[in-house]
């Protein structure tokens, strides 16, 4: 499965990255290097580096369990394209998800973020798109349907977003889940049909 490998090439860079600051630095996402500097590597680079062990385990865990499920859904959507399908889906959330950084942050050579959160989002709310009533659980012990999981996650970022009061890319996170639920769309139309008569009637 393409989620073992991205799992562990991450796990390796991050690993390498811990005990090298020159190389955390050279992959890091810094919008002002990629505009100024054309180093466009980093709209990618940044997501196989994390700033802690926790922080890559919290985005490793969550990629193992949603990653597997979309991998499996893509497979029956869109057969033999699926692995492709499912690389398109973690790099888009990748670019996805530092757009807005990119443009307001473009002359800030003092802006760095790193880490998969909003490629992990995208493929979150893939998940979530095409099984919207399986049960996610908050704290890993409260179980709350994943559209509804969803809305809150949206609402959360968009929130704390603004706020700005901590050193966490919300906006990367928001749009990166943004992504992922509009992607099956793009590439199978008919599945957005097949949401909608998931919801309830009320």
């Known amino acids: 499965m393409i989620t073992y490998f991205i799992i562990g090439i991450t796990a390796v860079v991050s690993f390498l990255a811990f005990q090298n600051v020159s190389l955390m630095e050279k992959l890091q996402f810094n919008a002002a290097q990629v505009v100024h500097r054309k180093q466009y590597y980093r709209l990618i680079s940044h997501a196989f580096v994390h700033v802690s062990w926790t922080h890559l385990i919290v985005n490793m865990l969550v990629l193992y369990f949603f990653g597997r499920n979309v991998e499996t859904y893509f497979g029956y959507f869109f057969g033999n394209k699926a692995v492709f399908y499912f690389i398109l889906l973690y790099l888009g959330g990748m670019l996805a998800s530092n757009i807005w950084s990119l443009i307001k942050h473009q002359n800030d050579y003092y802006y760095n973020a790193v880490g ?87």
């Open 116 to 202: 998969a959160s909003g490629a992990v989002s995208a493929v979150l709310f893939t998940f979530i798109f095409l099984d919207p009533w399986e049960m996610l659980y908050l704290f890993a012990i409260i179980p709350i349907p994943g559209i509804v999981f969803g809305v809150g996650y949206l609402i959360y970022s968009y929130q704390m977003g603004k706020r700005k009061t901590d050193n966490v890319a919300h906006d990367a996170h928001f749009l990166g889940a943004v992504f992922g639920f509009v992607f099956p769309i793009i590439l199978k139309p008919d599945l957005f049909s097949r949401f909608i008569e998931l919801l309830p009637n009320f």
